[in-house]
Every structure is written in structure tokens, then in C-alpha cells.
Nanobody
């Protein structure tokens, strides 16, 4: 049974930073791509960032490019999202997700496994 557990969310002022973590278990972590999505109140869940199975390819939504960095530690079965220069519009519940593929797919419908989400709130 694949399990994903996010942590690291919280309340931060605009311009601040947070680091999200997603610990996984239940299968060979290093074989699969990982991604972060987010969902703000009243909005659809959207792709934020993704990383390939070996960490060599990363992808970002235009809205977070240059501010967020995704990384993974295959020895710890964990993926991270470093978020800098946070803006109020980054406020959302952040989810990590994975599927049955090694390269990143941005379509959330393709993802089979999801964490419970962690709240990020950025105050102005």
C-alpha cells in the first residue's frame, strides 16, 4: 500500500519561505516521478512542480518558476518543495502525488496516489 505523508506547511508572511516534505512508503520510491499540486479555496487543483524518477528533470508552473525548487532524496524516500518569496496567492493546500510513471506528467488525472495535504497560508 503506497502512502504519502506531507509536512512543513504553515503560516508565513509574504516574502518568506517554507519547505514542504513528502515521505513515501509502500513501493520503490526511486522508480517513479513525484509531483506537487495545490488547491486554493474555490479553485481547481493545479500542478505546481514535478521531478523525474532520477531527479534529472524538473518542471514548474509558470506562477512559481524562479521561486520554488523541487528535489528528492531517494535514500530517504522523500520529495521536497522549497518555496521562497512566497506571495498571498500561493495560499493553498499542497498535495504530493505519484503515479506509475518515471517521467513527470502534469495532468493530475494520471496520478494514482495522493497525500492528505498540508496547508500553506501566506499573509500580506
Amino acid at each position: 500500500q503506497v502512502q504519502l505523508v506531507e509536512s512543513g506547511g504553515g503560516l508565513v508572511q509574504a516574502g518568506g519561505s517554507l519547505r514542504l516534505s513528502c515521505a513515501t512508503s509502500g513501493r520503490t520510491f526511486s522508480n517513479y516521478a513525484m509531483a506537487w499540486f495545490r488547491q486554493a479555496p474555490g479553485k481547481e487543483r493545479e500542478f505546481v512542480s514535478g521531478i523525474s524518477w532520477n531527479g534529472r528533470s524538473t518542471y514548474y508552473a509558470d506562477s512559481v518558476k524562479g521561486r520554488f525548487t523541487i528535489s528528492r532524496d531517494n535514500a530517504k524516500n522523500t520529495v521536497y518543495l522549497q518555496m521562497n518569496s512566497l506571495k498571498p496567492e500561493d495560499t493553498a493546500v499542497y498535495y504530493c502525488a505519484t503515479g506509475k510513471f518515471g517521467n513527470v506528467i502534469m495532468n493530475l488525472q494520471e496520478y494514482d496516489y495522493w497525500g492528505q495535504g498540508t496547508q500553506v497560508t501566506v499573509s500580506s
